[in-house]
T-cell receptor
Framework: DGGITQSPKYLFRKEGQNVTLSCEQN?????MYWYRQDPGQGLRLIYY???????QKGDIAEGYSVSREKKESFPLTVTSAQKNPTAFYLC????????????FGSGTQLSVL | AQSVTQLDSQVPVFEEAPVELRCNYS??????LFWYVQYPNQGLQLLLK??????LVKGINGFEAEFNKSQTSFHLRKPSVHISDTAEYFC???????????FGKGTSLLVTP
């Protein structure tokens, strides 16, 4: 079955450490997105990518980095510069001709030790 | 920039009762509007969308929403809810010329017997 796979499901970060969240899709979608979800805050866009080797900052990109070397993969690195990284991270993808229909992964819960 | 306000953070309702989840948006340009649902520990999935045409939009699971341009609203309704409708509901907006979605903070619908 086609879909989006996020791993790991739970991740712990030590202070000063960079961690990378994985997102893989086999839907042949061109666009991929990273959202951060905090209780009572809804979803906020971190980064998105319309095509391989290209990506744009969202509303809260500071302290995060991404790469898009392959169409199927859009990993998110939470750097030590992100002072409040504890959140639920959701990856999504969409076809370029149907951008409004996002397909979401099941998320990664990141916590700080 | 466009934004979305979901007026209720929590909506408790009895099974088989009608429900309305409110959403207002602000934008100086034409927008597309969406409702997404998130079941516990899962990603989001699209319930319905308004792109153009009829202002009454029907979605999955018996939900519908009405686009009201004069009131800048896109409220979600269901005439009779089930226990299984218990979830978090997100309203989202995108500029016609834009790319990524902006989400509201979410409304938690709790259906009890």
């Amino acid at each position: 079955d086609g879909g989006i796979t996020q791993s790991p499901k739970y991740l712990f970060r030590k202070e000063g450490q960079n961690v990378t969240l994985s997102c893989e899709q086999n839907l042949n979608h061109d666009a991929m997105y990273w959202y951060r979800q905090d209780p009572g805050q809804g979803l906020r866009l971190i980064y998105y990518s319309q095509i391989v080797n290209d990506f744009q900052k969202g509303d809260i990109a500071e302290g995060y980095s991404v790469s898009r070397e392959k169409k199927e993969s859009f990993p998110l690195t939470v750097t030590s510069a992100q002072k409040n990284p504890t959140a639920f991270y959701l990856c999504a993808s969409s076809r370029d001709r149907e951008k409004e229909k996002l397909f979401f992964g099941s998320g990664t819960q990141l916590s700080v030790l | 920039a466009q934004s979305v306000t979901q007026l209720d953070s929590q909506v408790p309702v009895f099974e088989e009762a009608p429900v309305e989840l409110r959403c207002n948006y602000s934008s100086s340009v034409s927008v597309y509007l969406f409702w997404y649902v998130q079941y516990p520990n899962q990603g989001l999935q699209l319930l319905l969308k308004y792109l153009s045409g009829s202002t009454l939009v029907k979605g999955i699971n018996g939900f519908e929403a009405e686009f009201n341009k004069s009131q800048t609203s896109f409220h979600l309704r269901k005439p009779s809810v089930h226990i299984s409708d218990t979830a978090e509901y997100f309203c989202a907006v995108r500029k016609n010329s834009g790319y990524a979605l902006n989400f509201g903070k979410g409304t938690s619908l709790l259906v009890t017997p």
